[in-house]
DNA sequence: CGGACTGTATTAAACTACTAATACACTTGG
DNA sequence: CCAAGTGTATTAGTAGTTTAATACAGTCCG
């Protein structure tokens, strides 16, 4: 529906998803600045800010002139599945008792719309 | 867990789901611009800015001098709380997806977050 | 009527997100 | 080694959001 907010935002998001997911390994080659600003048609700049929280949240390691790696161990990895499944989730959960939506009804959509998906191509790596 | 954008839209959406849930009437007198800035601390621009969208999309009308008034029949009303329902639940499902939860796991958490929810004091109406 | 409140409009300033164009030092692979 | 690619930094500019300080004309109620 929406756009989501800052790029950079949304970046650091795609790849806390892409670890939790296990698309992203936990001590993986990431894609350098330019080449990923390239891929998405940003500025290299904007993916410096978001490679930057990431480093900071100790999710990723750059060393200055070398490729930066993901950083990552299986706990740090279900933490992270965690934290997102849980933020989303409540998230819905919140929306729903606003529009002040029945359980059943909230689960009797989530349910039609899950299968929907399921029936959609659905491949949108940000690698090949 | 974030603030979502922009403070107008916010507005919008928050405006949306009270007539969405029943909260907000068809046919009711709004908080006047200057008041409603000063109930949430922003400034009267901002909600003018919300309130003009809103007129745009024929959810209220405002008269040069007089009280802006809710203008949405019932027909309406359902139409926006199911595309506020529809919009939110979508964006759940995709989450779960890319997070490659399978549906027991979703579904499962969803019931454990909604009984907890329910278990909070849940009042934060926008007038008293 | 007349004052209080209303919607509406204007202008200026500050701030953030993002783009753009560089520059530099470091690492790595052929 | 050395050229290509890398992380990092700087400066400038654009666009969108928000605040601020007004101003003005219309409506409403006592």
Known sequence: MEDRGPVYLQIIH?????????IIGGNE??????????LLGVNPN????????LEE?????SRSGA????CVDSRTVERI????????????VKAMKQLKV???????????IWEEASREISDCEFRH
């Open 57 to 61: 949240e100790g999710i990723i390691v």
């Open 67 to 70: 490729k930066s790696y993901t």
């Open 14 to 22: 795609y790849i806390k998803q892409g670890i939790a997911a296990g």
């Open 29 to 38: 080659e990431m894609p350098s600045r330019r080449a990923l600003s390239a």
């Open 102 to 112: 029945s359980r059943e009804e909230a689960f009797a959509l989530a349910a039609v």
């Open 81 to 92: 599945r965690r934290e997102l499944l849980s933020g989303e989730t409540h998230f819905w």
């Open 46 to 53: 904007t993916i410096q800010k978001a490679y930057h929280i």
